[in-house]
Structures are given as structure tokens and as C-alpha cells.
């Protein structure tokens, strides 16, 4: 159930950025990005964070070679509430204030240079809410040409009321572990969240979780 659930992610996240990219075209090398394709986006967005409870934001960012400038661009969308989403304005001017370099994180890179699923993270999220999040990353592709990233936000609180339940109904001492091994969500006070979990680690062996390339593992006790 663990491992459908993080798939099931990944498999919404590439439907919605199927249909963030469906509203866009290209002349002349370039992304066409009219009023009308934003407004059909935020439709889109708005439906996704109404339809996924766990989503914190959401959207579509874009490398800067797919609009031929050297700013950023993104369109995203934040949760203010159970029904009212608002778009979220960052810095994308290179040498302006509160510059975001989003180009250079490891969710991008992965995501648009690597062209594989991603999810990164728990770290403090740039919005200044003060909480803890996961980004989970697709690669966005239109008419064969990499463009950017389809991208949305969980914060850890949300991750661990989602998963936790399910991890409460074994008797053995379960962790879900990121990439880079740390631990995300456990029923046991054996794992910290946050706390760095080796591998191998007696006792315990370690199960993947969803796409390969997310590299979320889920270690469980196993029986002498």
C-alpha cells in the first residue's frame, strides 16, 4: 500500500503536468505563454490542489532556454485555504531581490537534466511558511523538447497524517526513507524524522518505494 501510494503521486503529478503543457505551444523555438494558457493553467492547478488534500503547491517551471530570456518563470499555485488557491510570485530576475536560482536546485536538475522523477527533500520551504516540505518533480516535455518541470509540495506534517496510519497497523518498526537516507516518516522511536538511517542496518532490510529514480525506501524490521 505504501509503495502504490508514493506511484500513485508520481502518476497524478505527470497527468497534471500533461495538461499544464497541453495549454501551451511554441513559434519559433520559443513557449508561447498567453493570458489565455495562464488562466487555463491556474484552472488546472486549482482543480489538482482541490482534488489532492496533502498538496501544499504546484506547477509548471520553466528553464529559461525554453522562453528565451534570462529570467525565470513559473507558474505556481499555493494552498491558502480548503478552497481558495493563489498564485505565487517569486524572484526571478538574476541579480534582483529574493533572486531564486531555481535552476540550480537538485528537484530541477533531476527533474530537467536528468529527465527522472524526483522527490527532494525535507527542507524549509522558500515560501517563509516555517514548515517542512517534500517536492516531488516530473520532467515537462512539449512536442519532444524538455521545457522544465512539473513540480508540487508536501509538507512533511501532511506527509506523515497521510502515511502514518497505514505504518501504525503493522507490529513491525517500519521508516520511510529519502534519497539521501533520511528518515521521512516511522512508527518507531527508533527513527527520528530527520535522523539519517545507515544502510545496511542489522535487523532491518529495505524495500523501494515508487519510481526508482525517487530513490524513497521503506526500511522494516525483519525476523530473526
Not at 126 to 136: D, P, R, S
Not at 157 to 180: F, K, N, Q, V
Request: net charge negative.
Amino acid at each position: 500500500m505504501l509503495s502504490t501510494w508514493f506511484s500513485e503521486r508520481f502518476a497524478r503529478l505527470e497527468a497534471l503536468g500533461a495538461e499544464l503543457v497541453g495549454n501551451l505551444h511554441a513559434e519559433d523555438g520559443r513557449i508561447v505563454l498567453s493570458e489565455a494558457a495562464r488562466r487555463r493553467m491556474k484552472s488546472t492547478a486549482g482543480r489538482y490542489l482541490a482534488g489532492n488534500d496533502a498538496i501544499d503547491g504546484c506547477g509548471l517551471i520553466f528553464a529559461h532556454t525554453a522562453l528565451g530570456t534570462e529570467n525565470g518563470h513559473l507558474e505556481w499555485w499555493v494552498r491558502e485555504d480548503d478552497t481558495r488557491f493563489a498564485r505565487y510570485s517569486f524572484g526571478v530576475v538574476p541579480g534582483g531581490d529574493r533572486y531564486y536560482d531555481y535552476e540550480q536546485h537538485e528537484w530541477f536538475v533531476r527533474a530537467f537534466n536528468e529527465g527522472t522523477p524526483s522527490l527532494v527533500g525535507p527542507y524549509i520551504d522558500y515560501l517563509g511558511v516555517e514548515a517542512y516540505v517534500l517536492t516531488l518533480t516530473v520532467p515537462a516535455d512539449l512536442d519532444g523538447r524538455r521545457i522544465g518541470a512539473v513540480g508540487n509540495d508536501i509538507q512533511l506534517e501532511d506527509l506523515e497524517s497521510a502515511l502514518l496510519p497505514l505504518m501504525l497497523t503493522s507490529a513491525a518498526e517500519l521508516a520511510i526513507i529519502g534519497r539521501r537516507g533520511n528518515v521521512l516518516v516511522s512508527n518507531s522511536s527508533r527513527f527520528v524524522t530527520g535522523a539519517y538511517a545507515p544502510d545496511p542496518l542489522d535487523g532491518f532490510s529495505r524495500l523501494r518505494l515508487g519510481p526508482e529514480s525517487a530513490g524513497v525506501e521503506l526500511l522494516h524490521a525483519v525476523s530473526g
